[in-house]
């Protein structure tokens, strides 16, 4: 292995660690859970690193092999059908987002409660004699049911569903490794630095929690509200076109198969 090969592996795992997906879970962990932070933290993040690695590892030991049996599957009736009804329901999807307009009434509608909480917090409310106050990331609040242990690996895994088949540097950093013909005493290493690398967005806003506490808060909701609009615009558009064409491609090679009434 050289110094060059590992380098650019590292690079392309810095790419990787933009993930929309990544940074939005742990931000929104930062924003809610904070008595479990830690732990929610880590199991989200775990799951994402394992799910991944072993992904990457598969891929490395051959299972492009699979496609061809895969590709006479995907073209039978059987998987022709499952094609038509996945499109269907990725079409359902994407036209069920809420638009722009819709959105913005609900961030309004969050702030206007969280100004409620302020003016509830704030000295000679009743209510704040009630409640401790609590700060940054040290403070203990309830935790939503459903922040758990269980939710983290059910993010984690929605999160490999959702990016799996998007990570471009992911296949790139593999190809690499596969041209240059990295031993496995090499290689295994070298993809299991990706994935930290990839999930380091995550310890970096958890590190910045920490040290800034409450002060980093109105930053973390800004990026929230920004991240969770683009993120939410271009998920319903691929999901429109994604399941467009799927049931476009399905049902013609449907109807030529003659087992359409139409």
Not at 135 to 158: D, E, N, Q
Not at 181 to 194: F, G, N
Request: positive net charge; aromatic residues 8%.
């Amino acid at each position: 292995m050289t110094w060059e090969i590992g380098l650019t592996v590292a690079g392309l795992g810095l790419l990787d660690a933009l993930s929309p997906a990544i940074v939005g879970v742990t931000i929104y962990l930062l924003l809610n859970a904070r008595s479990r932070l830690a732990t929610l933290l880590f199991t989200y993040v775990a799951t994402v690193v394992v799910c991944y690695f072993a992904f990457g590892v598969a891929l490395k030991l051959g299972l492009g092999a699979l496609l061809p049996a895969l590709e006479n599957l995907v073209d039978s009736p059987v998987g022709l059908w499952a094609q038509a009804i996945l499109g269907g329901i990725l079409l359902v999807i994407a036209i069920a987002i809420p638009g722009k307009k819709k959105r913005q009434k609900r961030q309004a509608d969050r702030r206007l409660a969280a100004e409620a909480a302020e003016a509830a917090d704030a000295p000679g409310s009743t209510q704040a004699a009630a409640s401790p106050p609590h700060k940054g990331g040290t403070g203990t609040t309830r935790v939503p049911k459903s922040l758990t242990v269980s939710a983290m690996i059910s993010f984690g895994l929605i999160t490999v569903l959702i990016e799996g088949f998007m990570v471009l540097p992911y296949f790139a950093a593999i190809g690499i490794m596969t041209a240059a013909e990295v031993p496995v005493a090499a290689w295994l290493p070298l993809i299991l630095m990706y994935n930290l690398i990839m999930v380091s967005s995550a310890f970096i806003l958890y590190g910045l929690w920490k040290l800034f506490g409450q002060r980093l808060q109105p930053r973390l909701e800004r990026w929230r509200d920004k991240l969770a609009a683009e993120t939410i615009e271009t998920m319903a558009w691929i999901l429109g076109i994604a399941g467009f064409l799927v049931a476009r491609g399905a049902v013609i090679e449907l109807h030529a198969l003659g087992l359409l009434p139409f």
